[in-house]
């Protein structure tokens, strides 16, 4: 056998540890589970190093098991814990700046570097290109944004 053969299971947990890490990026919870299922593999590979067949079967099983057991309820505790707030909530509150004019129908603005469709909230001033606006809210895939001159308290009267 060569040195290759004798020692797959390292090439498992090297597999393990890069979709770890790249798991930290993400924070979905996916590459940990194939990470998991990777680690199996090398724990495969410890009993039976001439089995390949068996340690990809061991890998998918765990990888799959985790994935449709385990992430599931991982993601929703987090989504429910306190103090969570998802992407879109995020930019709730963000400037950003016009990219042309934006009225109560339609409009596009540039927020953290992200190009949206964007209308204006009820009773909002003007905007024109390349003035600056805050997001109000998120409604689907459309921010509800106004002026960030102030303009939106003055239009309601506060």
């Known amino acids: 056998m060569s040195l290759f053969d004798d020692n797959v ?5 090297l597999a393990a540890a ?3 890490c790249l798991e930290m990026l993400t924070a979905d919870f996916t590459l940990l589970m194939l990470a998991v299922g990777a680690a199996a593999g090398a724990a495969a590979a410890a009993v ?3 089995m390949w067949v068996v340690q990809v079967v061991v890998a998918a099983l765990v990888a799959g098991l985790l994935l449709a057991l ?3 309820t991982l993601l929703r505790r987090v989504r ?3 103090g969570y707030r998802s992407s879109l909530d995020i930019v709730v ?4 700046y016009a990219l042309g004019e934006v009225t109560d129908h339609s409009g596009t ?3 953290n570097g992200d190009t949206w469709t964007a209308r204006l909230v009820d009773a909002a001033g003007p905007v024109e290109d390349g003035d600056r606006v805050e997001v109000y809210a998120v409604e689907g895939t459309t921010l509800l944004v106004y ?3 102030g303009q939106l308290d003055r239009a309601r009267g506060r």
């Open 48 to 50: 039976a190093p001439g």
């Open 18 to 20: 890069v979709l770890g």
């Open 70 to 72: 385990l992430r599931p």
């Open 147 to 149: 002026p960030s001159d």
């Open 80 to 82: 429910d814990s306190v």
């Open 109 to 111: 603005v540039r927020v």
């Open 93 to 96: 509150g963000s400037t950003g």
């Open 9 to 13: 299971w390292i090439g498992w947990l």
